[in-house]
Each structure stands twice: as structure tokens, then as C-alpha cells.
């Protein structure tokens, strides 16, 4: 899906393409999983692309709660050194405890 793309991966500009490049796509996933929307959604092809290239991550709801609201900050930095690292996502627990139950419930999601 276009909208999960990472920058790096839109244009070199922003880096090579990594790890880094699946957190960015891990955070637009739990923004779909947790609004039930694409990200970038009312936007055209063309203008993600440009939101992208002029460095506009995806817009997080305040209504999320506070530690996903950083976590989904952290996961859509445009500098790829400062998103977390699969592992330090993976220590997270409130992450964990609010994940796995919302997959366990909706089969449909896997």
C-alpha cells in the first residue's frame, strides 16, 4: 500500500532503505489498526508523495492515548536514526498489552 511507504523509500533524500524503513511501516499499521483509516487518507497519490518529500508524517489523532501517540511520533521521524529500533518497540509493554488482545479479537486482521 502506498500510504505505508516510508519516505526512504519515495525518494533517497531521506536515506537508505533499512530496518528503519519497516518501523516506519509498523507505525502506519498500528495507526490503522488503532483509527481504522489509512494513513494520508484524504489525500491523492500525488500529494502524499509531495506531504512525504517535504517531510509531513502521517496525522496522529490526540484522541489516542498519550504512549501511542509517541510511540507513532517516534515511528514516522523523517530522520531515520531517530525512529526506535524493532527491539526497543518490542520492550514496550503497554504496546504489547494493547496489540495483542485487539489481534486475538479480530481474526480478520492476520
Known sequence: MQSHRAPEQTDAEFGVRGPH????????TLL??????QPYKDL?????????????P???????????????QQCF???????????????VKTLSLWLCPLLLSNPSLW
Do not use: C, N
Open 21 to 28: 524503513t519497516d518501523v516506519w511501516g509498523f507505525g502506519t
Open 32 to 37: 490503522h489498526l488503532a483509527t481504522g483509516q
Open 77 to 91: 521521524s523523517f530522520d531515520v536514526t531517530k525512529r526506535p529500533s524493532v527491539q526497543q518497540l518490542l520492550q
Open 44 to 56: 491523492t497519490l500525488v500529494q502524499m508523495v509531495t506531504a512525504m518529500t517535504k517531510a509531513r
Open 58 to 72: 502521517p496525522a496522529v489523532p490526540d484522541t489516542l492515548p498519550a504512549w501511542l501517540q509517541h510511540i507513532l
